[in-house]
């Protein structure tokens, strides 16, 4: 990011969060840094995907609407499908650019498809449009200028057979990963995105699921992207998957990696405001068609939202109990509860926000220390404990 992009930011943020806020960020930010290396394969590991054989085929389609790409970004995100462990792929870049120039540096293979749009559609429509060229039994979505580690085809795969052993059905199913984020050049990675398995609550709050997506065909080609969200249109894809009951699974390792520059949204968020004015609306279409009376706000973190409801118990019947932080000197000593028993953030200074804004975000737990929680009195059988930092926030006891 440039110095003059880092000032807008830092500017920008004290003027919607104040001064406090901003300090506060920029002591944990300088305090909580940790080093990050990119996970590498092992050359027996990599020879060994490479000659697993298959009984049964799965086809993946990875799906990339590019328009005036940087031909030697869009190289590189080409180059790193052309290099899956997993050879069960067709790579479907639908270009809306003014011409076809990019096609010019593309390898002879037949499992590239390279198709020129007409016209411009913008994002949704672009991969729409691109979507009806791609035969495989799954869609992976793909940035034009950003790129995916050897084995990440490997990897999904490796889910849907272990969902076939346990005879688990794949009709719905949505497969993602964690990522990171790279330079301009592609050599230098950091922010690792490790992410929760599937949280409906925290999804509720971002769209934590981002890259790299992948869904079973017949579900995405059913449900489009809209273009009425471009921004966010992924965001809006999940929250309509998650209504048709998909499966989600999470793959616990960095496949996608997220080129960083001044003109993405990745580098400089303010640049792609209307992204994040796109994800409340699909928050709000989500909540109507859910039968929720709720208002959507953005949280002092720009792609983090908040959500009130008018009546919490009336719309949330699945939630057994809410809680918020308890802190004690400065230091959180209560709250939500891992599978442990153990109290999540505990000991993090009130005002951080922690990994990922996570302190600050709502998400489902696995417990919470009652004596700070407001149960439902008319409700039995709920299963979700909710952690709320925006609800009964306690300061001593």
Same mark, same amino acid.
């Given at each position: ?29 300088? %305090? ?20 697993? *054989? ?14 005036? &790409? ?15 462990t ?22 002879s ?25 791609? %035969? ?6 793909? =940035? ?6 050897? =084995? ?29 984020k ?15 398995d ?9 769209? /934590? ?39 989600f699974v ?14 993405? &949204?990745a ?16 928050l ?10 709720? &208002? ?20 949330? *019947?699945?939630?057994?109990?809410? *809680? ?21 953030y ?25 004596? /700070? ?25």
């Amino acid at each position: 990011m440039s110095i003059s992009n880092k000032l807008n930011k830092i500017n920008n943020y004290i003027k919607k969060n104040g001064i406090r806020y901003t300090a506060l960020a920029a002591v944990e930010k300088l %305090t909580t840094k940790v080093p990050y290396e990119k996970r590498s394969i092992s050359q027996p590991v990599e020879m060994a995907q490479r000659e697993k *054989t298959y009984s049964k085929p799965v086809k993946f389609s990875v799906v990339v609407p590019a328009y005036n &790409t940087n031909p030697e970004h869009f190289l590189k995100m080409v180059e790193s499908v052309a290099e899956q462990t997993y050879s069960d792929w067709e790579l479907v870049i639908g270009d809306s650019s003014p011409t076809d120039a990019l096609k010019d540096g593309l390898k002879s293979d037949e499992r590239i498809k390279y198709v020129h749009l007409d016209v411009n559609g913008g994002i949704s429509e672009n991969t729409n449009e691109t979507m009806k060229h791609a %035969t495989g039994d799954y869609i992976c979505l793909l =940035d034009h200028d950003d790129f995916i580690e050897p =084995d990440a085809l490997y990897r999904f795969r490796s889910v849907i057979d272990e969902m076939a052993e346990k005879n688990e059905s794949v009709d719905r199913l949505v497969i993602y990963s964690d990522e990171d984020k790279c330079d301009g050049d592609g050599k230098k990675y950091f922010a690792p995105h490790y992410k929760l398995d599937f949280n409906f609550d925290h999804l509720l709050s971002n769209n /934590y699921i981002c890259h790299f997506l992948c869904m079973k065909a017949e579900l995405i080609k059913k449900l489009e992207l809209r273009s009425d969200y471009d921004g966010a249109q992924d965001y809006d894809l999940v929250l309509r998957a998650v209504l048709e009951e998909a499966k989600f699974v999470h793959v616990p390792m960095v496949l996608y990696h997220w080129r960083c520059h001044d003109d993405s &949204t990745a580098s400089n968020p303010l640049s792609k405001m209307y992204a994040y004015e796109a994800g409340k609306r699909a928050l709000e279409d989500f909540g109507r068609k859910k039968n929720w009376t709720i &208002t959507v706000s953005h949280s002092k973190h720009l792609g983090y939202y908040n959500i009130e409801y008018e009546d919490f118990w009336k719309d949330r *019947t699945d939630v057994l109990a809410i *809680t918020g932080p308890v802190y004690i000197n400065g230091k959180m000593v209560g709250g939500a509860l891992n599978s442990k028993g153990q109290i999540l953030y505990e000991g993090i200074p009130n005002g951080f926000s922690g990994y990922m804004h996570r302190v600050e975000m709502t998400r489902d737990v696995d417990g919470v220390i009652k004596e /700070y929680a407001i149960f439902n009195p008319n409700k039995e059988g709920a299963f979700r404990y909710l952690y709320d930092p925006n609800y009964g926030s306690y300061t001593k006891l």
